[in-house]
């Protein structure tokens, strides 16, 4: 319990550096954000008065004041562009993220969990030679150069996948679990999922492979090995759950980081998700829309790293004791 509440002090202070530097960044960004939606021919009284409705004429130790207390009320404000409150607009995208990022984990740390293993075990082979360098180049590619090699070659040249989008154009749902379960949703996630788990699949791929090497010349895999086990059932049933520690920490904190790392694919694939309204919210300098997707990302990476570490006290009592320490 006491590590539990210690990791949430820490995380409540993260969250409200974020939350400081967030509101600072914006205010010195270049640009006014009343210019995206009132016309050379507006007076400087109409815009002083649009900078009132949205509270921008007030001191910034009052805005800020303001910003916190909204935030700690579950309040973001209204989008200057869209005209919207900043949470219906963050609640729409999400489930678009969401979808992206956990089918890309899965697919990425279910493929890398088991080559990772199987590489282990064909260590110094043809194999292994030509899977590490695959594995590298995808995780050093950028993600861009790889969502446009898959667009140009599966969508473009083939015809396989539509180029952009989460739906259809025109397609109409009955609730919101009918469109993410439709199969022409499914059918444009698969690129961008596709370009995502392809870049994240090198990291659950090595690191299994490492902790495997290590943990097949302990004693209690030379114990099976003398008892006659086979050897898929001592590379699977004994070395590779006990090689899972790392790999399942690596999940949550992958989980947490790819939320806020979507928003290249989602440009790239103009997937209507977190990333890309991020993007636009910035071009366009509404600060609220802005700052609320900033907060909502941070947040989720934060609980991840909270989660990655209570699990790993959870597996690993020897965490939990140097802790108390």
């Known amino acids: ?41 507006f007076s400087e009284e109409m815009r002083q008065s649009m900078l009132r409705a949205f509270g921008l004429d007030r001191p910034l130790w009052e805005q800020y004041g303001l910003y916190l207390l909204n935030l700690v009320r579950g309040e973001m404000g209204v989008s200057f562009l869209q005209k919207r409150p900043v949470l219906d607009l963050l609640l729409e995208a999400l489930p678009n993220t969401v979808a992206l990022t956990v089918t890309a984990l899965l697919v990425a740390y279910a493929v890398g969990v088991v080559a990772g293993a199987f590489l282990a075990f064909a260590r110094g082979t043809l194999i292994e030679g030509i899977a590490i360098p695959l594995a590298l180049a995808t995780r050093a590619a950028p993600e861009f150069w790889l969502g446009m090699i898959l667009l140009a070659w599966l969508a473009f040249h083939l015809g396989l996948f539509p180029s952009e989008g989460a739906t259809s154009a025109g397609m109409e749902f009955t609730s919101e679990w009918a469109r993410l379960t439709s199969a022409d949703f499914l059918h444009h996630l698969v690129l961008p999922a596709l370009t995502l788990a392809l870049y994240l699949l090198g990291l659950p791929l090595l690191l299994m492979r490492a902790t495997m090497l290590e943990i097949l010349n302990d004693e209690f895999i030379v114990m099976a090995r003398m008892k006659g086990l086979s050897r898929w059932a001592i590379v699977m049933r004994h ?20 939320f806020g790392g979507n928003v290249v694919i989602e440009t790239v694939f103009s997937w209507p998700g977190l990333g890309r309204l991020l993007v636009g919210a910035v071009q366009g300098s509404d600060y609220p829309l802005a700052q609320g997707a900033f907060m909502l990302l941070a947040t989720v990476l934060i609980l991840m790293n909270t989660l990655a ?7 690993d009592p020897r965490v939990s004791a140097g802790a108390r320490r």
């Open 309 to 315: 570490d209570i699990l790993y006290a959870v597996l």
């Open 1 to 41: 319990m006491r590590l539990v509440l210690n990791r949430l002090g820490h995380s409540l202070f993260v969250l409200w550096a974020v939350a400081s530097l967030t509101f600072i960044a914006f205010r010195l960004m270049p640009g006014d954000p009343t210019l995206n939606f009132l016309s050379e021919s």
């Open 239 to 258: 070395a590779a759950r006990n090689a899972l520690l790392p790999v399942v920490t690596a999940f949550a904190l992958g989980l947490g980081a790819s």
